[in-house]
């Protein structure tokens, strides 16, 4: 099944779309092996599988922006081993890991063609790096790409290196990084005796939705043998979520490659909740006008249903002000949106003029959502636009609500329980033994709740099947080892307790710009680490910035992840400063303090969250231990995204699949995992959040 599978979007619009675009044997939009200056739209997420003789390779691309592509290529090359000795590594084939980037420069126009620039390896020992330009032009059905490429895009045969011209640094390409490779080279970029053309085109079939390629390029970076520099194939769209490609590479060899890619900036299933209208009679409207009881008693019921839980009600004869407690929605205008929906019959028979919303999170109240009812009403039957509305609605400092003898108090029953049952798995990539290691196994969770501000955490593990076995190496490093001894707790602590806290959130400060609040927690963090520690939290509501400091005392788990602990015991702590930038979704997080492997100095983390809660992430640490004391990789770094759950739900919720991506586990660098998360509490609660979020209307 071909094109036809496609959703919804004509043919022509899917083909000539940047969703139509398929990758080449690198995870990249191009052709076979060339890249093109295509860039797929903002939000897409790709898992890439290629297979061409000696090399297979395994590639996860994701785009931040509509201008800037991203990839991670773990490539398996079958025509030399790992290293030499077979007492380390057997005769495990050698593997690169490499870390991919192109940005588009200039926008195709019906005159002009599409230019990006591309770099490849350049984050690593450089071994395979290499830079490139490339323009593109449609016409018709065709798509025509040419560039010059540099480095391992480069052949001897190529032409002069232009940029020698310039400044004769360009003359000479080292062939290995300094130190232990990991290091942005810039030295590198563009440099090289030679530089090679390459070009090719692409022909769309309307009918068929089938991708003709053939592309023309001398670069030999693996030293494949090779009867041609031509290369061509075929690629199909399976459907609008899977690509297949098919190819003769080099004229020696036949490749294969499958792609999975989704954007998930947007929802992918339609939810399926639906606000029913609700009709009372008049002798029940008389009720509730008349009884308070019975008036509180049928709004907390009704919300209720919808995972929206009142802690308080305060209301005189035209304002209603409500305390929400609500762990459904991720967007919080939507969870605003459905309370208004539930509740705005009671508000009509009440004769309700403004509502104002807290929303309260572990009895912290984070802001405060306040409207005129007619105008959100307006809204909703479409006589009110979505930019007029937000002329009314004011998100603000929770302060200037705060009613110390409120209409309703809600009791909740304390304990409270939660659990769940989810399947967990341990995944270990690269090391010298084997390729992969990985058990799958179960994980048990389980929330307590003392009252709104104290709880406990406990997770446990138990393991299903693994090959954990043919781990068999032991860690060398210079710095204490707080994870370089990964291997050890995977194999021993299969069957363990990866958290068992407890946790106390103080009473919170509200002042006038903002909210202090700190917390207390003790007991089993993670995986390798236990102990006691604090965190405290200051918001600025009128600013998009926060502050956070966390300080805590900890030591080391014996492998079996038990009640018994190692000797390393060590203090470790961050002030942490949070800032949503002007560009929307964007965050910038710098971490400074001191790591597990008592080491000091900066981490910064930056990710761009869409309106969906998607998240691309990236982060890099750098202390005061030399490269050589770090080892190789030369200095923590890593990417990870977030995919929320209720994308690929019917349901709403705020679950949240991670993934983390670290090139090597080093002990230089290491924060402790599990311990409070009090910017959770307040984080995207600041005055733009109906800017950001302002789609969740329509939800």
Do not use: C
């Amino acid at each position: 099944m071909l094109i036809a599978n496609i959703s919804k979007a004509s043919i022509e619009d899917y083909i000539f779309s940047d969703i139509g675009f398929t990758s080449n044997m690198h995870g990249e939009l191009g052709l076979i092996n060339i890249p093109s200056s295509r860039i797929s739209e903002a939000g897409t997420l790709k898992l890439h599988l290629s297979n061409s003789e000696p090399i297979n390779s395994l590639i996860i691309s994701a785009n931040p922006y509509d201008w800037m592509h991203v990839a991670l290529r773990y490539t398996d090359i079958n025509t030399k081993l790992y290293s030499q000795y077979e007492s380390f590594s057997g005769r495990q084939t050698y593997k690169d890991k490499s870390f991919n980037l192109k940005i588009k420069l200039i926008e195709e126009t019906e005159t002009f063609p599409e230019l990006s620039i591309g770099f490849r390896d350049f984050i690593g020992t450089g071994l395979n790096s290499g830079e490139y330009i490339v323009t593109s032009k449609k016409i018709g059905d065709f798509d025509f790409s040419v560039g010059l490429g540099w480095g391992s895009l480069s052949d001897v045969d190529g032409i002069d290196n232009p940029f020698i011209d310039l400044n004769q640094s360009f003359r000479n390409r080292r062939i290995e990084a300094s130190g232990r490779g990991g290091m942005i080279e810039y030295g590198k970029w563009f440099s090289g005796r030679k530089a090679s053309a390459f070009y090719g085109f692409e022909y769309v079939n309307k009918y068929s939705g089938l991708r003709f390629k053939l592309d023309y390029d001398r670069s030999n970076s693996f030293s494949i043998y090779r009867k041609s520099d031509f290369a061509f194939g075929l690629a199909i769209p399976a459907s609008d979520l899977v690509d297949i490609n098919i190819y003769r590479h080099r004229g020696a060899d036949i490749g294969f490659g499958i792609s999975y890619k989704s954007n998930y900036s947007k929802s992918l299933i339609e939810k399926s909740e639906v606000v029913n209208k609700i009709i009372f009679s008049e002798s029940d409207q008389l009720l509730l006008k008349d009884n308070d009881d019975v008036f509180f008693g049928t709004m907390i019921t009704l919300l209720n249903k919808y995972g929206l839980y009142i802690q308080e009600i305060s209301f005189d004869e035209s304002n209603l002000v409500l305390v929400i407690d609500q762990i459904k929605y991720r967007n919080q205008n939507v969870s605003t949106k459905r309370i208004f929906q539930l509740t705005d019959t009671l508000l009509k028979i009440r004769n309700i003029k403004n509502v104002s919303i807290i929303y309260e999170n572990l009895n912290v109240k984070t802001n405060v959502v306040s409207f005129p009812v007619q105008k959100f009403r307006n809204f909703l039957d479409n006589s009110l636009s979505l930019n007029e509305l937000k002329r009314y609605l004011v998100v603000e400092n929770p302060k200037y609500y705060l009613n110390e003898n409120p209409n309703f108090i809600g009791k909740p029953n304390f304990p409270s329980y939660a659990w769940g049952l989810s399947p967990e798995l341990t995944n270990h990539v690269g090391s010298p033994e084997v390729f992969y290691s990985g058990g799958i196994g179960l994980s048990f969770d389980q929330n307590i709740g003392f009252d709104k501000q104290t709880f406990m955490d406990l997770s446990m593990s138990f393991n299903l099947s693994n090959n954990l076995d043919k781990l068999r190496l032991k860690p060398y490093s210079r710095l204490p080892k707080v994870r370089s001894n990964i291997r050890s707790y995977m194999k021993e602590g299969k069957n363990g307790i990866s958290r068992l806290s407890f946790t106390h959130i103080t009473k919170p400060v509200y002042l006038d710009n903002g909210i202090f609040v700190a917390g207390f927690t003790g007991g089993i963090f993670e995986q390798m680490f236990g102990g006691v520690g604090s965190e405290i939290l200051f918001k600025n509501f009128t600013q998009p910035w926060t502050i956070t400091g966390n300080f805590y005392w900890v030591k080391q788990r014996d492998f079996n992840q038990r009640f018994t602990f190692r000797n390393y015991e060590t203090f470790t702590g961050h002030l942490n400063f949070i800032w949503d930038t002007p560009s929307p979704g964007l965050k910038l997080i710098l971490s400074g303090g001191r790591y597990l492997a008592q080491d000091s100095g900066l981490t910064v983390n930056l990710s761009k969250t869409f309106k969906s809660g998607f998240t691309l992430g990236f982060f890099a640490t750098k202390t005061d231990i030399s490269i050589e004391e770090f080892g190789e990789g030369s200095f923590d770094k890593g990417i990870y995204f977030a995919i929320p759950i209720d994308l690929v739900s019917r349901n709403y919720q705020e679950n949240t699949a991670k993934f983390l991506w670290r090139n090597l586990t080093r002990d230089g660098g290491a924060m402790l995992n599990g311990g409070l998360n009090l910017h959770g509490l307040t984080e995207n609660k600041s005055v733009d959040l109906l800017n950001y979020f302002e789609e969740g209307f329509y939800e």
